[in-house]
């Protein structure tokens, strides 16, 4: 009792004492808190944005962990169950299981890079190279001015690659048209009910329909490119187009033939519809789904934007190759072959491809994808994941593209797996880099319009032996930093040779054309 009256004579003392220091405080101490309230103001907005950004992060980490939890359900699931899991959920993992791995779930989710641009920090390095594509501008123009006396971009380059570009654009019309009715009438032939010899006759004219396609699709683009002699980029429109169509086809048939199978033994629901297969044309994935996410509306100043940050992507790499690398190699093929020579230009070139590697990637796999996927409000918009945080090669492989590896994850990895009964994942991983190597191997062929596997040897050759050295287990940054310096180095040997044998080939030109005369390398042997 005597402690409680001697604290309530505390609290007394110390609210009298308070009142009096109240009354005793100056008037300008008033006027000074009024000058503090738009202080106050501003501070509370600033924790509101504050509160509002934490949610939203809180949000997001709630939504992947619910998303993990129902991946580890789905896989506590038994094996027999696993195959009424067919159907993508809305919102779940990104995979699920499957009788040999995964199989792709599409979902709602941004690219990494449009996350990452709304810190700050991060768009302030999107401003240097912005910056960076300014200076080469000046300089180009300060050049010009100077030496010449004139006012004028260079851009012979670009028009030089572009040339010929209506050509590419109306051989690609039958290309597009084969791939939109072939494979999906030849899929309603086979969908037919089986009615004895007419059945067989319907499914042996869809095959015959798919041949024709597939000869199509090889042949027509090869013949104009050669023919025509069409320069760099005009060769890329169709030898990109030429692979996205086979893949996508390949899916669409993957994906469709065991429904209608089951369909047909009245499991199943038939065919998919025509308007989801011109869709899945036209979509940024090579995974065909009778349906994706999609976004609520269509965001336009997105998709401009992305589509200019495309064209100041094409104009950055071409300053590039223009003050950067034809200075260095156009003359390089006259003088006698050194070892010397090779590495200096070996070196010389590893910053302009680092700078090549990034623009390649940014301008297609982040602006064109991106942009196609907001106009066609496609939900899921993972073209890659954070491959420059990689410390191996195989992580590297996996994020880099994410669009072109779940491709060869699904179809070649895992049906490979299939084929093989499951034992043999060293073969079936062989066999998916394998054919990578020679599907790359074969667009540099087609777009540089020469053999020269120095893609396909460091793809194979020294890409082979890091993906099985530098493993996953390797986390530390020190292998961050050799995968960067290796990936710098690799560039370098890419630009150098292939420069070279550019500017080779036209030097020295053959003066019989032979089998050996256009596998061997010119640039060996020319020294005109």
Request: hydrophobic letters at 45%.
């Amino acid at each position: 009792m005597e402690t409680r009256a001697a604290r309530g004579r505390n609290r007394r003392q110390n609210g009298e004492g308070l009142g009096k220091k109240q009354q005793e405080q100056p008037a300008g101490e008033g006027n000074t808190e009024t000058h503090r309230a738009p202080d106050l103001v501003k501070w509370t907005r600033h924790m509101e944005a504050v509160k509002t950004q934490l949610l939203e992060q809180a949000q997001e980490q709630l939504v992947e962990l619910m998303d993990r939890a129902m991946w580890e359900a789905m896989k506590s699931y038994p094996q027999q169950d696993k195959s009424l899991l067919s159907t993508p959920p809305t919102s779940s993992s990104k995979t699920h299981g499957s009788s040999f791995g995964k199989r792709k779930v599409f979902i709602l989710r941004k690219s990494l890079l449009d996350e990452l641009m709304e810190v700050q920090h991060f768009r302030t390095i999107y401003h240097m190279f912005i910056a960076g594509l300014c200076v080469f501008i000046i300089s180009t123009l300060a050049i010009d001015i100077i030496d010449e006396g004139r006012l004028g971009l260079e851009l012979d380059l670009l028009i030089f690659s572009f040339g010929q570009l209506p050509l590419a654009l109306i051989t690609w019309v039958p290309m597009f048209l084969s791939t939109l009715l072939v494979p999906y009438q030849a899929l309603r032939l086979w969908a037919r009910p089986a009615t004895g010899g007419i059945w067989m006759l319907g499914a042996g004219l869809g095959c015959v329909l798919l041949a024709a396609h597939v000869a199509l699709l090889c042949l027509l683009p090869i013949h104009v490119a050669v023919e025509c002699q069409l320069p760099p980029a005009s060769r890329s429109v169709l030898v990109f187009e030429q692979v996205r169509l086979l893949m996508k086809s390949y899916s669409f048939l993957r994906e469709a033939v065991p429904g209608v199978h089951c369909a047909r033994g009245g499991k199943g629901t038939g065919a998919p519809s025509f308007s989801s297969y011109l869709y899945f044309l036209f979509c940024p994935t090579l995974i065909y789904r009778e349906t994706y996410p999609r976004t609520p509306n269509i965001r336009w100043n997105y998709v401009a934007k992305n589509f200019a940050q495309t064209l100041g992507c094409l104009l950055y790499a071409c300053f590039i190759l223009g003050r950067l690398c034809v200075p260095v190699f156009a003359n390089m093929s006259k003088e006698p072959f050194s070892t010397r020579a090779l590495v200096l230009s070996i070196l010389h070139a590893m910053v302009p491809g680092i700078f090549m590697l990034l623009l390649i990637f940014f301008a297609f796999l982040h602006c064109w994808l991106n942009a196609f996927a907001e106009m066609l409000r496609f939900g899921d918009r993972m073209f890659y994941r954070d491959w420059w945080n990689s410390t191996s090669f195989s992580n590297y492989y996996r994020t880099w593209n994410v669009v072109v590896h779940d491709w060869l994850y699904s179809y070649v990895y895992q049906d490979g797996l299939w084929l093989l009964g499951g034992r043999a994942r060293g073969a079936a991983m062989l066999g998916t880099f394998l054919i990578s190597a020679m599907v790359h191997e074969y667009i540099f062929c087609f777009v540089l319009g020469f053999f020269y596997p120095v893609i396909l040897m460091l793809f194979l050759g020294f890409g082979g032996l890091l993906n099985f050295a530098m493993n996953d287990r390797n986390t530390g940054p020190a292998w961050n930093v050799l995968m960067w310096t290796l990936l710098f180095l690799g560039q370098g040997i890419q630009v150098s040779l292939y420069c070279q044998e550019w500017y080779a080939q036209r030097h020295c030109p053959l003066s019989q054309t032979t089998f050996w005369g256009l596998v061997t390398p010119r640039s060996w042997s020319c020294h005109p």
